[in-house]
């Protein structure tokens, strides 16, 4: 297991101002050419491209993706679905957390703390369809006993991008 050591090594990373404009950028403009993105952070292309490998490595860069439009997707229903489980044991909560990952449906699936249990991010093309979803889908996974839905009517603020140039402290969290 040659591997050990460098993991050690990924986890104490630490994030220089330098790091922090390539994630801010990054974030925002997921596309930019290597190229470009060394004239913006004032590096040549090498060391830009082996510090964003490694700020892949060590996990800061999850993955590269497209935002889409839901709207024009043809689903304009987004809902946000608060679940209480019937138990509160290991088991249950992670028998949800597995079943909850076959669901295309739901964007986001959050373990949280309060009244409810879990709090997800679903989408629908129609009031029926989601509907559908929690009859059809939802409400046979085990171990739920409440199910509360929120519709939302518009969003003034919908946004991937971390702030990652205000932090005060670039250090990687213990």
């Not at 101002?17 to 596309?31: A, C, M, N």
């Not at 295309?104 to 129609?126: M, N, Q, R, T, Y």
């Amino acid at each position: 297991m040659h591997y050990f050591p460098i993991q050690i090594i990924i986890l104490h990373l630490k994030l220089d101002p330098v790091d922090l404009k390539i994630l801010s950028i990054l974030q925002r403009e997921g596309r930019i050419t290597n190229f470009r993105l060394a004239k913006r952070i004032g590096l040549t292309p090498a060391p830009t491209l082996m510090r964003v490998k490694k700020l892949e490595e060590a996990g800061y860069i999850k993955r590269f993706v497209a935002l889409l439009d839901t709207v024009k997707l043809g689903l304009p229903v987004t809902a946000f679905v608060h679940v209480i489980l019937e138990a509160h044991n290991r088991k249950t909560t992670l028998d949800f957390m597995q079943a909850i990952q076959k669901f295309p449906e739901v964007l986001e699936c959050h373990h949280i703390a309060g009244d409810e249990d879990f709090l997800l991010k679903v989408v629908a093309a129609s009031p029926g369809e989601y509907e559908n979803f929690v009859l059809g889908k939802l409400t046979k996974v085990g171990g739920i006993e409440k199910v509360k839905t929120t519709f939302v009517l518009s969003s003034s603020k919908l946004e991937t991008a971390i702030p990652v140039l205000k932090r005060q402290d670039a250090k990687t969290p213990s």
